[in-house]
């Protein structure tokens, strides 16, 4: 046998020939026997490449088909089923998702698909980058037109009625009864309100690195996070709590004071255009009242414009299921789209703070509707706190019962959180009602002299007066950075007529908490801190644990610094707030836009960054900054406006 022949070498290649000097162009029979000679001349392999090639280009076709008919189904049955709530409710928002850098690219479709899960609400609340469309602009450019003649109604399209800002109200300022009759709403700013809006000729030097401060911290949440509730200026994204634009709420009355109209008047139309309440969403029922409802309200006697009042009874309305309890004392959560209010999972208490600090707000609400129903159940809940046994000298516990009505954990004072606001919204509701309900002055006035008797101590070796905490008889020198606002709230009810050695404690207080800041590397107080009691030298009066470096942007201390200064006129109050506002610009001042929280306010070099701008840095702390470098007492006269403890003023109801 001969062996067969060796087979030729097999080489296996794929050849593409360009022909530029030949035009196939409508010669469709040469262009046939052109590519089926091609297609002869190839190999087994080769065509079989060429075939998978192709078989798997089809696949991939089919498949994005697929992909894109699935999400267009999903559209058109949300669009079908209307504002139709969802019947999961998760009690937390999902993870945020990062935002675009520029705000443009959130106006519409993504181009990648969204995660289902991270949907809520009806489709009508996407986001709208703040510049708007092309109609939006020329709506906006309009009514510019018409209103600088003097003759504009103002028109909310997206709420598909006409509110004008040229009525003939009676200013807000006005009697202290409930009114029977609609709407207390006054058509235009006050005169005082107007001035402010106007001030920025007259801002000292000090005032304008706070409002250069704010647009920092604007352009980072304008660019990142618009719409959202919160900037994290780091990662250049936002996160939502209730997903109701809370920073952009909270702010508006600061932007107001502050002057900077074009950002109010852009923040103005995402109200008007873009808040929608009905959103099966699960809020708190005090963080949104202090900070939405508190915030529209103050946004509403400022600029005199309805459609803030018009959204804050809109969002009072859907909170008031939260007080349908067994003992009328309210639910922590309440569910703005379904009207479903529910406790934590975990426990059926509310904190006491949380209940008692919701009043200014829902009171000044009645005021302005004429509805009842908002005041009745709010100081529904004053009367039951007052008449509870379980306190200590005027002193509260932390927790309150929704079932039976009654504080539990007892034994256990703190002038921080989960009781702070109590305190103080007795004195303002005080003020705020013309200084006649004296059960509020009375409660108030007990709770001193217990904080006085039970929770006041001197540091060592710097003397440094501070309130601490009381458990079970058993005291501790910890003191939250929250119990900062008290030196404030002292000082306020000296200045309307209470005891002078309120004052007094009031500067002492001043003292120490401006000590929690100074005291660190960074200038900045950490969130809690514990005091020296016993004298030895190489100890510091003012100790921080790990756990409590961090500084969330807070206001209390610059709060009370305002507070002190407006009333006492030394301007060692107005050079601490400037030392504080440099260290917020020196090491939480992130370049890109926005301010962060940080995590050690005792390591200059690496503070760390939290990653998260909480709304009250917009809604309390550069206004408490702004307001106390002014040196005009009519500025927010605190004869005339009591704030809310979001820093939001809302008018005393009879001025003196
Ligand atoms: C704000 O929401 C309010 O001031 C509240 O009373 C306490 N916590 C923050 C600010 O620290």
Redesign the pocket.
């Known amino acids: 046998m001969y062996p067969p022949p060796p087979l030729p070498p097999r080489r296996d290649f794929i050849s593409v020939t360009l022909s530029p000097g030949r035009s196939y162009d409508g010669v469709q029979g040469l262009r046939r026997r052109s590519f089926w000679r091609k297609w002869k001349q190839l190999s087994r392999l080769q065509r079989n490449v060429v075939l998978f090639l192709l078989a798997f280009l089809m696949l991939c076709g089919l498949l994005s088909y697929i992909s894109v008919a699935d999400e267009w189904k999903a559209v058109g049955s949300r669009s079908a089923e209307g504002p139709k709530m969802r019947p999961a409710n998760p009690p937390v928002l999902p993870a945020p998702r990062r935002a675009a850098e520029n705000p443009e690219t959130f106006a519409g479709a993504s181009p990648q698909k969204p995660p289902r899960h991270f949907r809520r609400g009806p489709p009508n609340l996407q986001i709208r980058a703040p510049d708007g469309d092309a109609k939006d602009r020329r709506q906006e450019e309009a009514q510019r037109r018409a209103e600088a003649v003097g003759e504009a109604p103002r028109e909310d399209d997206a709420q598909g009625s006409r509110v004008s800002r040229r009525g003939t109200g009676p200013e807000p300022e006005q009697g202290t009864q409930l009114p029977v009759r609609k709407a207390e709403a006054p058509a235009r700013p006050s005169p005082q309100a107007l001035r402010m809006r106007n001030s920025p000729a007259s801002q000292n030097e000090r005032q304008k690195a706070v409002v250069a401060a704010f647009r920092h911290a604007w352009a980072g949440y304008r660019k990142f996070a618009w719409g959202h509730d919160e900037l994290k200026p780091v990662s250049k994204s936002f996160s939502e709590w209730f997903g109701l634009g809370l920073t952009l709420i909270d702010a508006l009355d600061t932007m107001w004071i502050l002057g900077l109209k074009k950002e109010f008047e852009e923040a103005r139309k995402w109200v008007s255009q873009r808040l929608l309440f009905q959103k099966n969403v699960d809020v708190n029922l005090f963080?949104s009242t202090?900070?939405i409802l508190g915030g529209l309200l103050s946004a509403f006697h400022l600029s005199g414009d309805v459609l803030f009042l018009k959204k804050a009874e809109d969002f009072g309305n859907r909170l008031m299921p939260a007080f349908q309890t067994p003992s009328k004392i309210p639910y922590s959560d309440v569910n703005i789209g379904t009207g479903v209010a529910h406790p934590p999972r975990w426990t059926s208490d509310s904190t006491v703070?949380e209940v008692t600090?919701i009043q200014l707000e829902f009171r000044e609400l009645s005021r302005l509707t004429g509805v009842k129903k908002f005041q009745e159940a709010v100081e529904e809940v004053t009367r039951r706190v007052h008449s509870l046994r379980g306190k200590k000298d005027g002193l509260v516990p932390m927790f309150i019962n929704t079932n039976s009505g009654l504080f539990t954990h007892l034994g256990v004072f703190t002038l921080g959180a989960r009781a702070?606001?109590y305190y103080?919204y007795l004195l303002k509701q005080w003020i705020q009602g013309g200084k006649k309900e004296t059960q509020l002055l009375e409660d108030y006035l007990e709770a001193v002299e217990g904080i006085k008797k039970h929770l006041l101590h001197r540091s060592e070796p710097g003397k440094l007066t501070f309130v601490g905490e009381l458990t079970h008889g058993r005291f501790s020198a910890k003191m939250d950075?929250?119990v900062c606002?008290l030196p404030g709230t002292l000082a306020l009810g000296a200045h309307h007529g209470l005891p002078a050695d309120h004052m007094e404690l009031a500067r002492a207080l001043m003292d120490t908490c401006y000590q929690m800041n100074r005291q660190m590397e960074t200038g900045l107080s950490p969130e809690i801190v514990h005091f020296n009691l016993h004298p030895q030298k190489s100890r510091k009066d003012v100790q921080v644990k790990a756990a409590d470096r961090h500084n969330?942007l807070?206001?209390?201390t610059v709060?009370s610094l305002f507070y002190l200064y407006r009333l006492t006129g030394d301007r060692k109050y107005q050079d601490w707030g400037w030392e504080i506002l440099r260290s917020f610009n020196t090491y939480t001042r992130v370049p890109s836009g926005g301010y962060s929280s940080i995590s050690n306010v005792q390591d200059p070099r690496n503070p760390q960054p939290r990653d998260k701008m909480?709304s009250?840095f917009l809604?309390?702390t550069l206004k408490y900054l702004y307001l106390l470098f002014s040196d005009d007492p009519d500025l927010l006269s605190l004869d005339t406006y009591v704030f809310n403890?979001?820093?939001h003023p809302l008018p005393i109801w009879a001025p003196s």
């Open positions: 963080e202090i900070r703070a600090s702070d606001s103080e950075h929250l606002f969330l807070r206001p209390e709060e909480e009250f809604g309390e403890t979001e820093a």
